[in-house]
């Protein structure tokens, strides 16, 4: 089982418009509803392959139950933290012609009680060896350094973290909580990468370096996505390259959350040697491909849906032998 | 407490046109069972919610559902439609379908079944069983074995 934590999620709402008018009276043609959130969608991932997983959310008000039922019905359990404000919801405006306008609230004021359950709860189902990912942003009434003091009391629980998030809350994980511990496992973008080790970088070289820099701290893998240019797996054995193909990519919305939900699958729920594998094949490189397998599978369905376990299998991964320092990256799609 | 399923909430093998007609049938196996009390309040309930969002699932699974003020004990209906009926799936009609009924005011516990459900509906193997059940008693035991797993 692998327990995500969203302390910030949303009901993700998308609106279908011939043509967005600004002031005027805008009627839909087509809407749909997804649960949203990146741990939220780490755990969707894993549910379409039939991982048990538990989701950790704030949940408030009308829509809170709305997202809890959702979420069921996509097999993630949740476990309910409740609060007083209201779970959030975001708007996305789909025109045909590709342009999206998105309307997000900032989500609820959260109590400094109801961060203090949301820890508990989370602490609750950390059992040893189980991991723990915590994922986004955090909302209002949440410290920044909210993450990097789950850390300590998860590995005292045997529990193994691992933080996908960005900016101060990410810059507080990297520079280690309250007993100086880290995760075991960040997965930062590019962006995100470059901001942790404040220079900007332009090569597969410079990612490896920045990497090796965030382990130099205690991190014990670094799992960078790179986009279409692949991913790139950091740990004490070295660092590996790879990419992975897709013919038809038609979102990248949640295409990072499946691809760490493909790493963590591999790590937590396989056996130790795959039978119908080589037994030489080690587990990083397992890993790694999983993951370019899942998040590439990501990119090729619309919206945030995530993959199943037809859509991953037909994605050809490739792991380069070496890593070309030199190999300079594409710019992230804006 | 009464079991979440038993064989008369089973259908095998039923033709229907439309989601509507598959899950009023198995409503009437529920209200038969004294689970519901107000069909059509109670379908009227499971409207709501499939309208929110379809409730199809990838490999052939639709599963509609509500917490419903007319439902007496937490409860699932199975049918079982060889020629598929359309529950929204994004790769097409559903076989396998579960009516998951939970009473207004319950627990979290009705969601724990539907998330355990949807999940264990992901493997191929339970699918396979469930389509070859020969008869209502074997898809009782075999969901009353992956859900309580």
């Not at chain 1, 805008?26 to 969707?44: C, L, Q, T």
């Not at chain 1, 810059?171 to 909580?177: E, K, N, Q, S």
């Not at chain 2, 064989?7 to 229907?16: A, S």
């Not at chain 2, 009782?140 to 797993?149: F, R």
């Amino acid at each position: 089982m692998i327990v995500t934590l969203t302390p910030n999620p949303s009901l993700d709402r998308t609106l279908q418009l011939a043509h967005l008018v600004r002031g005027g009276v805008n009627r839909a043609e087509g809407s749909r509803i997804d649960p949203g959130g990146k741990g939220v969608n780490v755990s969707r991932a894993l549910a379409r392959h039939g991982v048990k997983t538990v989701s950790v959310l704030p949940l408030g008000g009308p829509d809170g139950n709305v997202l809890a039922d959702l979420l069921a019905a996509a097999g993630v359990e949740v476990r309910r933290v409740p609060v007083n404000g209201n779970t959030r919801t975001n708007i996305t405006v789909a025109e045909p012609d590709g342009t999206t306008t998105k309307l997000n609230e900032p989500g609820p004021l959260l109590s400094v009680g109801e961060v203090a359950d949301l820890a508990t709860a989370v602490l609750e189902i950390a059992d040893p060896g189980r991991w723990v990912v915590a994922c986004g942003s955090v909302p209002l009434g949440v410290g920044h350094d909210f993450y990097a003091g789950l850390i300590g009391p998860l590995h005292a629980r045997g529990a193994r973290v691992a933080v996908d998030s960005s900016g101060d809350a990410l810059r507080a994980v990297l520079a280690g909580g309250p007993r100086g511990d880290v995760p075991d496992l960040v997965k930062p973008n590019l962006e995100e990468l470059s901001e942790a080790v404040g220079r900007p970088l332009h090569t597969l070289g410079e990612v490896v370096d920045a990497a090796g820099d965030l382990l130099s701290r205690g991190v014990g893998a670094v799992l960078a996505s790179l986009g279409a240019d692949g991913a790139v797996l950091v740990t004490a054995d070295g660092a590996r390259y790879g990419s992975a193909r897709v013919d038809h990519p038609r979102s990248t919305v949640g295409a990072g959350d499946a691809l760490l939900a493909g790493y963590l699958c591999e790590v937590a729920e396989s056996p130790a040697a795959d039978p119908d594998g080589d037994p030489r094949t080690p587990p990083d490189v397992r890993a790694l491909s999983a993951a370019l397998a899942w998040g590439a599978a990501a990119t090729g369905l619309p919206g945030s849906r995530m993959p199943t376990p037809d859509d991953v299998a037909v994605i050809a991964v490739t792991l380069h032998d070496g890593i070309d320092p030199g190999h300079r990256l594409q710019a992230p799609p804006r | 407490m009464s079991a979440l399923i038993t064989p008369e909430l089973v259908l095998l093998d039923v033709e229907v046109p439309d989601r509507g007609t598959v899950t009023r049938l198995l409503a009437q196996r529920l209200q038969a069972a004294g689970r519901v009390t107000d069909l059509d309040g109670f379908l009227a309930d499971v409207r709501a919610r499939e309208e929110l969002m379809p409730t199809g699932l990838p490999g052939g699974i639709g599963i509609p559902h509500c917490r419903s003020a007319h439902v007496t004990v937490p409860t699932l209906g199975f049918a079982r439609v060889p020629s598929g009926v359309d529950f929204g799936a994004e790769d097409g009609p559903a076989t396998l379908v579960f009516l998951i009924a939970a009473p207004e005011g319950g627990g979290q516990e009705h969601l724990t079944i539907l998330a355990t459900l949807a999940r264990k509906l992901i493997h191929q193997s339970f699918r396979d069983a469930l389509m070859a059940a020969d008869k209502p008693s074997d898809v009782v035991d075999l969901v009353s074995k992956e859900v309580a797993a």
